[in-house]
């Protein structure tokens, strides 16, 4: 059981390029969430996803940022246009999804830093 | 390999009473930083409650405590008083002193009984 995978670990980026994050879930999990933690913060609700439908994206910024969870193949987080700001580390946590045991369990990974120079 | 174990997957408290949340994590590193999250239905993770591997003082904050132990590498959270929005999935979180690695565990689901 290979948990929840998040590459790369790291990455750098210059302003105004474009940062893609991947996330594959546990095995048998359907549903995908991501969070940023911004240094000496908490961790911040981004986006919550399952196969090719997005439920909740109400923690995503309005602009450059978007989500996906294709049917086949990881969840991508998306950034355009990098900005100094986004610099952040960006953790993404797999769940079974609702109505099935462990449904509220999140699996985290271990994250992806985003340095944005 | 895991490297935080958070052992009860779900705990009980009557309102009012205390609760203590169990958390182990495994590491060669002698500095680095623990935390506790609580996660409630929002699915935002609030920070509860950190601690700084350096220091040997227990870090508190309001009705939270820990227990920290560093060479038996546990670190527990207290909740004194427990009222009904202490209700919650609990994290236990570790991350390297470089911030290039944080580990959360399993997480802890906490009901409180009025």
């Known amino acids: 059981n290979a948990g929840v995978m998040q590459n790369p670990r790291h990455l750098v980026r210059r302003r105004g390029q474009e940062a893609r994050l991947r996330c594959s879930p546990m095995?048998?999990?359907?549903?995908v969430y991501w969070y940023r933690q911004l240094p000496e913060e908490g961790l911040k609700f981004m986006v919550y996803l399952q196969k090719e439908n997005i439920i909740d994206e109400s923690g995503m910024p309005k602009e450059r940022f978007s989500a996906e969870f294709p049917k086949e193949g990881p969840s991508i987080l998306r950034i355009q246009q990098v900005v100094r700001g986004d610099s952040a580390a960006y953790f993404c946590a797999s769940s079974p999804g609702p109505g099935i045991g462990g449904a509220n369990v999140l699996t985290f990974g271990a994250g992806s830093r985003l340095t944005v120079l | 390999a895991q490297t935080v174990t958070q052992s009860q997957p779900e705990m009980s408290v009557q309102e009012a009473e205390t609760v203590t949340l169990s958390c182990t994590y495994d590491?060669?590193?002698?500095?680095?930083?623990l935390f506790w999250y609580k996660q409630p239905p929002s699915r935002q993770m609030i920070l509860v409650i950190r601690q700084e591997a350096y220091k040997q003082q227990n870090a508190t904050e309001n009705r939270f405590s820990v227990n920290f132990q560093k060479a038996a590498k546990s670190f527990s959270l207290k909740i004194s008083d427990s009222q009904l929005g202490d209700a919650a999935m609990y994290f236990c979180a570790y991350r390297n002193p470089w911030w290039d690695d944080m580990r959360f565990g399993a997480g802890t689901r906490l009901t409180v009984k009025p």
């Open positions: 095995k048998g999990h359907s549903h």
């Open positions: 590491t060669s590193e002698s500095d680095y930083y």
